[in-house]
């Protein structure tokens, strides 16, 4: 079956970085990633994607504000997401998530397989 493991998350100070890491192991079929986040007592929220079905745009959650940078690497089983300028309200779980077709790219509905998440903290 697909599996998927998040790296990278951290403890971090308000303005900091982290680069945060999903690697997919499966099948040897192509599979469309995706980043995810959950806070405490908020719905898991879209976060960021390559839409490679789609001529590979890219799409980011409304609260990224160009904060973010998502990329895949050269293995089209791994996937980054580069976080500058964090600031507490992005303290979540990142998970990565994983679909071959996920029409609906925003919803956490279309995603089949997901990863155990990554704990990213950010201090004031």
């Known amino acids: 079956q697909v599996q998927l493991a998040e790296s990278g998350g951290g403890l971090v100070q308000a303005g900091g970085s982290l680069r945060l890491s999903c690697e997919l192991s499966?099948?040897?079929?192509?599979?469309?990633m995706a980043w995810f986040r959950q806070a405490p007592g908020k719905e898991r929220e879209f976060v960021a994607t390559?839409?490679?079905?789609?001529?590979?745009?890219?799409y980011y959650g409304n609260f990224v504000k160009g904060r973010f940078i998502v990329s895949r690497g050269n293995a089209r089983n791994t996937l980054y997401l580069q976080m500058n300028s964090l600031e507490p309200e992005d303290t979540a779980v990142y998970y990565c998530?994983?679909?071959?077709?996920?029409?609906?790219?925003?919803?956490?509905?279309?995603?089949?397989?997901w990863g155990q998440g990554t704990q990213v903290t950010v201090t004031s």
């Open positions: 499966g099948d040897g079929r192509s599979y469309a």
């Open positions: 998530a994983a679909d071959e077709r996920p029409h609906e790219y925003w919803s956490r509905r279309f995603y089949d397989f």
């Open positions: 390559i839409k490679w079905w789609a001529g590979g745009r890219i």
